[in-house]
């Protein structure tokens, strides 16, 4: 199992970004997938969540009304759509997936098993 992020980078406060999460070795439709972040010094932050096969999602009281979580089971591929970004997003970004069925809230990382690499977001 694989998962690679992408669509990381460097912007200006208000701007947006989109992370990309492609999968191999899974099938997206069978998994839970999320997006969680980390600075520095700090736990690993759940971000948002949604549900197996693109069900209900969930986020974070810091980022609702901002981001936005998608999946594309064809291509198996998870986004985050991120807009009006501002320093305090600067984070590592990490992608993750857990299999349906699994019990516990679906933001709380300790939940997934497996994870990307992730991707730096840096907003300035």
Not at 11 to 16: D, E, N, P, Y
């Amino acid at each position: 199992v694989q998962l690679v992020e992408s669509g990381g980078g460097s912007v200006r406060a208000g701007g947006s970004l989109r992370l990309s999460c492609s999968g191999s070795g899974l099938d997206y439709s069978r998994y839970s997938l999320g997006w969680f972040r980390q600075t520095p010094g700090n736990e690993r932050g759940g971000v948002a969540a949604i549900y197996t096969g693109g069900g209900i999602a969930h986020y974070a009281d810091s980022v609702e009304g901002r981001f936005t979580i998608s999946q594309d089971n064809a291509k198996n591929t998870v986004y985050l759509q991120m807009n009006s970004l501002s320093p305090e997003d600067t984070a590592m970004y990490y992608c993750a997936a857990r299999p349906e069925g699994t019990m516990g809230w679906v933001l709380d990382s300790s939940k997934y098993h497996y994870w990307g690499q992730g991707t730096q977001v840096t907003v300035s």
